[in-house]
T-cell receptor, first 116, second 114 residues
């Protein structure tokens, strides 16, 4: 069985602070894929990043960065110099590499509120 | 920008009514999904489809049914709505020709059953 845990239910920061959203996963698959999605107040989920289990290289995209560590089964997401527009619910998700047929297992989500 | 649409965006309906939530995508994706999102945010897969005439139940048991007669269309039906069906329903699709393609999500339908 697969499981994704986002231990932080809510995070509140002031604009320009850095913030890290934690994600820990469990899977028995040797090949798997990890995702982060953003859900703004409008409701749709917006894809942010995909990582496969063979690629532990960290990635940076503008103010966003991701730290993937297989040794601790974690895939954490950091927003540098947060902005009010970053306020949203963020989901970490896992897809197995076997017969999962593209199904995603989502974490519980973290509500991020950035105050001006 | 993903081309996946859901209608209606909001629906308030009385108990016992039959409802159909529409989902359409113009990307030609084979795989489509329905998720139910609790008020507490967690998303649960309730149905998925690999292609035309293929449908499977997801991880969370649901009284809803789905059909996939056309690639672009994946409607969800509740024969008799109940207050326990009140939730947000999100439709998604992904490209089966791309390894581990991300899922593209529609804007969701927020259903309230009185």
């Amino acid at each position: 069985a697969q499981k994704v845990t986002q231990a932080q239910t809510e995070i509140s920061v002031v604009e320009k602070e850095d913030v890290t959203l934690d994600c820990v996963y469990e899977t028995r698959d040797t090949t798997y894929y990890l995702f982060w999605y953003k859900q703004p107040p409008s409701g749709e989920l917006v894809f942010l990043i995909r990582r496969n289990s063979f690629d532990e290289q960290n990635e940076i995209s503008g103010r966003y960065s991701w730290n993937f560590q297989k040794s601790t089964s974690s895939f954490n997401f950091t927003i540098t110099a947060s902005q009010v527009v970053d306020s949203a619910v963020y989901f970490c998700a896992l897809r197995g590499g076997g017969t999962s047929y593209g199904k995603l297992t989502f974490g519980q989500g973290t509500i991020l509120t950035v105050h001006p | 920008e993903a081309d996946i649409y859901q209608t209606p965006r909001y629906l308030v309906i009385g108990t016992g009514k039959k409802i159909t939530l529409e989902c359409s995508q113009t990307m030609g994706h084979d795989k489509m999904y329905w998720y139910q999102q609790d008020p507490g945010m967690e998303l649960h897969l309730i149905h998925y489809s690999y292609g035309v005439n293929s449908t499977e139940k997801g991880d969370l048991s649901s009284e809803s049914t789905v059909s996939r007669i056309r690639t672009e269309h994946f409607p969800l039906t509740l024969e008799s709505a109940r207050p326990s069906h009140t939730s947000q329903y999100l439709c998604a699709s992904s490209d089966s020709t791309i390894l581990a393609s991300e899922q593209f999500f529609g804007p969701g339908t927020r259903l309230t059953v009185l």
